[in-house]
């Protein structure tokens, strides 16, 4: 163990003692249609790190291939702490790439932008007064290392590609909510170590064709802070595609979503729900600006990484330029989502609205009538067009929540407070047996998706009714307060209707199966005599026997009817009953515990 300690640091030792005296030779490969490797690309980000003082490169956690996952960062006066570089009042721009790895433009954009920084390019270095940026080389590590010429066989490049799903075949731009990843959790630690105030994710997209050989996806504004929010809406994003425009031949447009599977993009265009299984929806409930860029499948790869290269430059460059105000509004942001009390966790888009949005396409020819069946349409390239269209961007919310004062977890569900403490949620344990007042969830509905997604049957349409009851709780269970920087991440996991919630991904599914049975029957006579001796039921019973037919025909029914008054009902509590309770009133002699460990046990 000592031996690997010196060793280590004689390492370092040597690293820094080579810094600026190495020769850099990286060997890009993207003007020849191929994207480097894996280990061509830790091997560039070696080098990069070895030769430049203001880089480097650190291993940050596993990934479920078993290699390490990177994280690269580049800081203009070598300070590595985001603590520190946060006092410096410095903004934190993170990348990542190659969650598919089939869709590589952004590996290696990221090491060329990062070279021509640390060499500084075009005075490419004075954005590094302001900004220090952090480059995750590639996410899913194993899909990289698997490559073919058949993955993404429509693509126009790479000649080989990586494969879209990771080592468990799951797809890591769905896994943000839920972790079930080590990529997930490493990625996680990432991102709340460094706290970024701008986040990208680079990824390719095929569907309809146009002109752009870059489209940007960014995290809706509505979900945003207010401020954060106005800001995003009416100078960030204006300003990037400004920018792109001016600066770049490629220039940049909204990612195409039509609101027509159908129709036409002369129809208009909508904004993307991105729900926080998504990269840049998990980022935008931390107060992130977050972007995933989506490069044009039919567009040749040489132009898609040069047209990446181009946004690092302006989306860094806005960065710099406004640092002090996305600063400021991000330091206020994740003050005031603390006293937060109402949270949105779903929304719908307001087709009434729209803006006008430049764009330059391909005229789209349908297929004859006859040939629908074996044939599809076309984008005529003889027939480029630009005209104005409408864009879609305005959401609203559809399921509102106010948040109680905490959230309380009894023990035997340790593995969702796991998930919620690789997020920073603050956790506290119980320290004695208590009874709350709390609110209480009943599963009232839930449909089950039919198809699997992520190896989930998702729960979708949840209903739940609400109850205010006293429950028992043990020494040992867990108290989620709701004054947290987390706040948004912790409501949209814990209440079950939202989308995203540990409850949609099947965590609880055993709270909704049927409890022990008990016939109805056995109960007959006991129930009649309490029907005897109760009239205000019996009148509830006849009056309901007048107004519903089949409840008149329905001996079982009627049963049913009395025992969901009796006093033996009280044994079905527990029937659907959501486990995760919110504690409106923190009683005054709490007595708890705070938790410092990133993994809980039971106790
Ligand atoms: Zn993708």
Redesign the pocket.
């Known amino acids: 163990m000592k031996h690997t300690l010196v060793f280590t640091i004689a390492c370092l030792l040597t690293i820094t003692a080579c810094k600026q005296s190495d020769e850099v030779v990286i060997n890009f490969k993207y003007d020849d249609n191929l994207s480097l490797e894996y280990h061509e690309v830790i091997d560039a980000y070696t080098q990069l790190a070895n030769h430049y003082p203001e880089a480097r490169l650190v291993k940050m956690g596993k990934t479920d291939i078993g290699k390490p996952l990177h994280l690269f960062m580049i800081s203009g006066d070598r300070d590595f702490n985001p603590e520190s570089i946060r006092k410096k009042g410095r903004c934190i721009v993170l990348i990542n790439n190659g ?2 790895p089939g ?1 590589p433009e952004g590996i290696d954009a990221s090491i060329q932008f990062s070279w021509d920084v640390l060499r500084n390019k075009n005075d490419l270095k004075n954005i590094l007064d302001s900004v220090v940026i952090g480059i995750i080389p590639v996410y899913n590590i194993g899909g990289a290392l698997d490559r073919s010429e058949y993955y993404r066989t429509n693509q126009n490049g790479p000649i080989y590609n990586g494969r879209r799903r990771n080592a468990r075949n799951l797809d890591l ?1 769905r896994d943000f909510a839920k972790q079930e990843t080590e990529n997930a959790r490493s990625f996680a630690r990432i991102f709340h170590n460094l706290n970024p105030d701008v986040f990208l994710d680079t ?3 095929n569907g309809s064709d146009h002109q752009y050989t870059i489209t940007l996806i960014a995290t809706l504004y509505s979900k945003l802070d207010t401020a954060m929010g106005k800001f995003f809406h009416d100078k960030m994003l204006p300003g990037l595609y400004e920018r792109m425009e001016k600066n770049s031949e490629y220039g940049m447009i909204p990612y195409v979503r039509m609101t027509n599977y159908f129709g036409d993009i002369k129809d208009g265009i909508m904004g993307y729900n991105d729900h926080p299984f998504y990269s840049t929806g998990y980022a935008a409930l931390f107060n992130c600006y977050s972007f995933m860029t989506e490069n044009l499948v039919y567009k040749y790869f040489p132009d898609r990484v040069r047209s990446v290269i181009d946004f690092l430059t302006q989306l860094t460059g806005f960065t710099y330029d406004n640092c002090s105000e996305i600063r400021k509004l991000k330091d206020e942001a994740d003050r005031k989502i603390k006293e937060q009390e109402v949270f949105h966790l779903n929304w719908e888009i307001d087709m009434s609205y729209s803006e006008d949005l430049l764009f330059k396409g391909y005229e789209y020819v349908r297929p004859e009538r006859s040939e629908r069946m074996r044939s599809r349409g076309y984008y005529d390239h003889n027939r480029p067009w630009i005209d104005t269209i409408p864009y879609f961007t305005k959401y609203d919310p559809v399921l509102i929540v106010t948040k109680p004062r905490a959230y309380i977890i009894p023990q035997a569900w340790s593995d969702i407070v796991n998930k919620l403490r690789r997020n920073e949620v603050c956790v506290y344990r119980l320290d004695e047996d208590t009874d709350f007042e709390v609110e209480t969830y009943y599963i009232e509905n839930v449909e089950h998706s039919q198809r699997t997604n992520q190896g989930h049957y998702v729960n979708n349409n949840v209903d739940v009714r609400l109850v205010k009851q006293v429950m028992p709780y043990y020494k040992g269970d867990y108290v989620i307060f709701t004054n947290q920087h987390a706040n948004k991440f912790i409501v949209e996991m814990l209440e079950p209707r939202a989308p995203n919630s540990y409850f949609a991904w099947n965590y609880f599914d055993p709270i909704i199966e049927s409890h022990d049975f008990y016939s109805i029957w056995g109960f007959q006579d006991q129930l009649m005599e309490m029907l005897e001796k109760n009239e205000e039921l019996r009148t509830q019973l006849e009056k309901k026997k007048y107004e519903d037919i089949s409840f008149k025909n329905d001996q079982m029914a009627q049963l049913r009817f009395i025992y969901e008054r009796s006093p033996m009902y009280e044994i079905e509590k527990y029937n659907r009953l959501y486990p995760v309770t919110r504690l409106m009133q923190e009683p005054e002699d709490l007595k708890i515990k705070a938790v410092t460990s990133t993994v809980v046990e039971s106790e």
């Open positions: 969650i598919h869709e731009n990824h390719t997209t």
